[in-house]
T-cell receptor, first 109, second 115 residues
Framework: GQNIDQPTEMTATEGAIVQINCTYQ??????LFWYQQHAGEAPTFLSY????GLEEKGRFSSFLSRSKGYSYLLLKELQMKDSASYLC??????????FGAGTTVTVRA | NAGVTQTPKFQVLKTGQSMTLQCAQD?????MSWYRQDPGMGLRLIHY???????DQGEVPNGYNVSRSTTEDFPLRLLSAAPSQTSVYFC??????????????FGAGSRLTVL
């Protein structure tokens, strides 16, 4: 099974940087995913890490340390539209994806 | 290209009633799954399928049935609705195993209220 922890809420100012941490314990690790979910909408894919290190995708970066069971999502140059819930998810084996409870990020002007 | 289509978007049931949430995808995805999302609990996997004729249980399968007679369709059946099944339900699909991220594409969600 999975045990995935991430903070419940974070608040940051427009233009700033926010780092969302995720720790996990899993019986079989096969990738870590980050999804974004705006209120009332479906989750959409942001990033994927299967090897240790940093993956950069524009204003968003994701880091993974498999030995520590740790990942973070870094959001740079925050914009108001980045206000959303960010979901950390771990793939167990070939298919199943287990999600954390999500971190609600509020961006203030 | 419609992606993942879920129906209905909203449904109100009385305790004990049964219903089916429909899910269809047009991306020829092998993997399909159903999640429920409740406040403070994140997305929890109900059932999943790795191909036509193959289904398996996820984290919270009790009270739900699924079938996968075609690649495109993966309906979720509530056998006898209970207030604890009040939730937002998401269907999601992906290409399955292989290179790439096996990224899930989600439907828009179905909001179910059981009175």
């Amino acid at each position: 099974g999975q045990n995935i922890d991430q903070p419940t809420e974070m608040t940051a100012t427009e233009g700033a940087i926010v780092q969302i941490n995720c720790t996990y314990q899993t019986s079989g690790f096969n990738g870590l995913f980050w999804y974004q979910q705006h209120a009332g909408e479906a989750p959409t894919f942001l990033s994927y890490n299967v090897l240790d290190g940093l993956e950069e995708k524009g204003r968003f970066s994701s880091f993974l340390s498999r030995s520590k069971g740790y990942s973070y999502l870094l959001l740079k140059e925050l914009q108001m539209k980045d206000s959303a819930s960010y979901l950390c998810a771990v793939r167990d084996g070939d298919y199943k994806l287990s999600f954390g409870a999500g971190t609600t990020v509020t961006v203030r002007a | 290209n419609a992606g993942v289509t879920q129906t209905p978007k909203f449904q109100v049931l009385k305790t004990g009633q049964s219903m089916t949430l429909q899910c269809a995808q047009d991306m020829n995805h092998e993997y399909m799954s159903w999640y429920r999302q409740d406040p403070g609990m994140g997305l929890r996997l109900i059932h999943y399928s790795v191909g036509a004729g193959i289904t398996d249980q996820g984290e919270v399968p009790n009270g739900y049935n699924v079938s996968r007679s075609t690649t495109e369709d993966f309906p979720l059946r509530l056998l006898s609705a209970a207030p604890s099944q009040t939730s937002v339900y998401f269907c999601a699909s992906s290409t399955g195993v292989g290179d790439g991220a096996n990224v899930l594409t989600f439907g828009a969600g179905s909001r179910l209220t059981v009175l």
